[in-house]
């Protein structure tokens, strides 16, 4: 949802995810990870936090089995959405920060920009 403040989740998807049970097969998993990938850009580092998840889609054929290590990812997931940040609107002012990650499982970039929001500089 886009408004004056920024861009953000829209409220019925987040609920919808809230709700959503742990996943019991492959398929179920797929479904999740699919809906939680249209937010992704809202959860900093999504591709290490649902690697645990993505480690038991790369089973197939074996036997589907929910750890610790996928619902603690599952879980986060949920919270990270429930409390993502507005994310601001690109303006004339203010200066641009790139920031860039590596590891094993992702490389990533995120460009940011410094905006006041609430009376602080944010990025």
């Not at 987040?14 to 742990?22: G, Y």
């Not at 492959?26 to 993505?54: C, T, W």
């Not at 790139?98 to 944010?122: A, C, F, M, R, Y």
Request: charged share 25%; aromatic share 12%; no cysteine.
């Amino acid at each position: 949802m886009v408004d004056k403040h920024g861009i953000r989740p829209d409220p019925d998807d987040v609920e919808a995810i809230l709700s959503w049970n742990s996943p019991k097969t492959q398929h179920q998993l797929m479904s999740f990870l699919g809906f939680a990938n249209y937010y992704r850009e809202f959860i900093k580092g999504y591709a290490v936090k649902v690697d645990p998840m993505q480690q038991l889609m790369r089973r197939k054929g074996k036997k589907f089995t929910w750890n610790n290590a996928a619902w603690e990812s599952f879980q986060r997931i949920k919270r990270e959405l429930y409390e993502a940040p507005v994310l601001g609107k690109p303006t004339e002012n203010g200066v641009y920060v790139l920031d860039t990650d590596t590891s094993v499982v992702v490389t990533s970039g995120i460009l940011h920009q410094e905006q006041e929001w609430n009376g602080k500089t944010v990025l």
